[in-house]
């Protein structure tokens, strides 16, 4: 995973808010929103390498029609980032 | 139990389907990939659902949120939809219904690019999904690209988000024939001077006849785009190419329609690759409708148009003459926005050799001209041949970028094929087992 221009969360914090684990590291995530949204919004843009090449690759399609925002979620793996919501506790794992 | 109707799809078409036809006492399923209902539109964050009055009425039908369909079939008194539900744990599930009412969408229609697959380059869909759906900005700094009248709310909600939009680049140079349009539908003329005034109050400039031709970056993504001045064949004109930072592209060439449920049933379909419906959204098979984007790009109010016809069709009422009026209206007006953006060919000299066509198996352009000089001349061949997709998305990304780069090099007209799969959506072989035993 490698850092990025920080984005700007949009919505001031509601309630709901919780954090989830990526990699060790721990980042904020509210109810309702997708584990790819939570790493974004921590500055974090991609999170997988190719197979042949290793390039870096993060959210693109962001509606699940892509897949290639693919990561692994408390040891489930292949799961879409933009589609599962996150969950407190949550472990994220990247590759 | 068995349901009066099934519907695929809780957005614009498929949710005011449902909740008409329950309006008139069906029994009504409905099944839908997002956490929440409102489709792409009327995304939105949780537990603020936006003032759409389908929503407000979804107490009505059966909403099965999370419910990814990966097959539908024929069966004695209806169809069968089979369905995974939940993203993470894929338990299997079978609704059944006397009617089905197919309402799937369509998603960002993509052109490859040098740098297209670089993270910090988003569709324009993905964008606003991002915002709408998660109250997250994509990045500080952006540049909105493609073509279609979708790019200027997703600009809009870029700026609203707090990013600094450089400009929005449209390849097309619609303005002088747009006019025509207007006595189909004044209200979407007006909709759209509101974004025009919109983008002006956020000092964002709307260039016509420009594109993004390469996206630059390092590891950690994005950094930059370079910008040229399209002749009218989308060819970059000499000496006008330009470099702007930018930590977010969203990009988008229109809209492909999902049809993967449609072809299982083998449903008829309409030249230019829709499913194929009459006035009251009836498939030439009996008891199978369709609604919204997958049979014609339309827009919101179209797509809200057809799935209230088919929920009067469905329930065995007569929609009502104003209803058919003015869908008939929105249709027009829908067929005459398409014509003014339309891809030119141009855009495959925007691409190397080198640049990916299929970002998933990472399948670059020169491979695809290999493979059809060693004699692949349709899609399926050049697949075999060189795996473009072949992966995760099945050629969602890249079939008709691919079609059109074989075309190129064939010198005559290749079409995608139809998306015939018989699953589908990519789901893990362990929930199907689980399902069989």
């Not at chain 2, 036809?21 to 939105?44: K, M």
């Not at chain 2, 988003?122 to 709408?132: E, P, S, V, W, Y």
């Amino acid at each position: 995973m490698t850092g990025a221009p920080e984005p700007t969360p949009v919505h001031p914090p509601g309630t709901d808010h919780f954090r989830i684990g990526v990699d060790g590291r721990h980042i904020p995530a509210e109810a309702g929103q997708t584990v790819g949204a939570a790493m974004l919004a921590a500055g974090i843009r991609s999170w997988r390498t190719t197979r042949f090449a290793a390039k870096p690759r993060g959210l693109f399609c962001g509606i699940g029609v892509c897949f290639d925002c693919l990561v692994t979620v408390n040891g489930t793996p292949s799961l879409r980032a933009c589609l599962v919501d996150a969950r407190p506790d949550d472990e994220v794992s990247t590759t | 139990m068995i349901h009066d109707l099934v519907v695929v799809g809780a957005g614009p078409a498929g949710l005011t389907a449902a909740v008409t036809a329950a309006g008139f006492g069906l029994r009504v399923a409905v099944l839908d990939a997002g956490s929440r209902a409102g489709g792409q539109y009327h995304r939105h964050r949780a537990g603020r659902p936006p003032a759409w009055p389908p929503l407000a009425r979804l107490h009505t039908v059966e909403h099965l949120a999370e419910h990814r369909v990966w097959a539908v079939e024929r069966v004695a008194d209806g169809f069968a939809v089979h369905a995974v539900a939940g993203e993470r744990e894929g338990t299997p599930v079978t609704v059944t219904g006397r009617r089905l009412l197919l309402a799937t969408g369509a998603y960002d229609r993509q052109l490859p690019f040098p740098g297209w697959d670089l993270p910090g380059v988003l569709t324009a869909g993905g964008a606003q999904a991002l915002i709408k759906g998660n109250g997250v900005a994509p990045g500080r700094r952006a540049v909105v690209a493609g073509t279609g009248p979708f790019l200027l709310p997703v600009a809009v909600a870029l700026a609203d988000a707090g990013v600094e939009v450089s400009a929005v680049l449209e390849a097309s140079r619609p303005t002088p024939r747009a006019a025509a349009l207007a006595p189909h539908s004044p209200a979407r003329v007006v909709e759209a001077a509101g974004y025009a005034v919109a983008l002006a109050r956020r000092r964002i400039p709307y260039r016509t006849g420009r594109a993004v031709i390469a996206a630059h970056g390092d590891h950690t993504g994005l950094t930059s785009v370079t910008v040229a001045r399209l002749d009218a064949d989308w060819r970059p004109r000499p000496g006008t190419a330009d470099e702007l930072d930018c930590d977010t592209l969203a990009v988008g060439y229109g809209f492909t329609p999902q049809l993967e449920l449609a072809e299982q049933l083998g449903c008829a379909t309409t030249p230019d690759g829709f499913v194929a419906v009459d006035a009251r959204q009836a498939t030439d098979i009996p008891g199978l409708s369709a609604a919204g984007e997958s049979t014609g790009i339309g827009g919101v109010h179209l797509a809200a148009a057809e799935g209230e016809s088919a929920g009067y069709a469905i329930a065995g009422r007569t929609p009502p003459r104003a209803l058919l009026r003015r869908r008939a209206a929105l249709t027009r007006f829908a067929a005459g926005l398409r014509a003014l953006y339309p891809v030119r060919p141009g855009w495959l000299s925007w691409s190397d050799p080198d640049t990916l066509v299929c970002r998933c198996e990472e399948v670059p352009r020169g491979r695809i001209e290999d493979a059809a000089r060693l004699g692949a001349d349709d899609v399926r061949s050049v697949k075999l041949l060189t795996r473009a997709g072949m992966g995760w998305c099945q050629g969602r990304m890249c079939a008709e970028a691919t079609a059109c780069v074989l075309s190129d090099v064939l010198d005559r007209p290749i079409a995608a094929p139809p998306p015939t799969r018989p699953i589908g959506v990519p789901i893990r072989l362990g929930d199907l087992a689980q399902g069989a035993s």
